[in-house]
């Protein structure tokens, strides 16, 4: 079975995004920059017009929803 590391959000070629920021949110990662980085990655996994708004709408969801995923200690 395939891990879906983008959650909520379909798999791209920012997929190893995804997965580096669900390492961030379970190692503690400051959430905020865990999250710039994340869009700054989807951004630059493949620079067109619509993977800077897949990056937005990414960081957006994460900036709203993704502290019910952050692990907090």
């Not at 995804?18 to 905020?32: L, N, S, W």
């Amino acid at each position: 079975m395939k891990e879906n590391y983008c959650t909520f959000f379909f798999e791209g070629t920012w997929t190893e995004c995804c997965r580096i920021h669900d390492i961030a949110y379970e190692t503690q990662v400051d959430k905020k920059q865990a999250d710039i980085d994340l869009f700054n990655c989807v951004r630059e996994a493949d620079p067109t017009a619509v993977t800077w708004i897949v990056a937005a709408l990414m960081f957006a969801g994460v900036s709203l929803f993704g502290s019910r995923f952050y692990r907090k200690k």
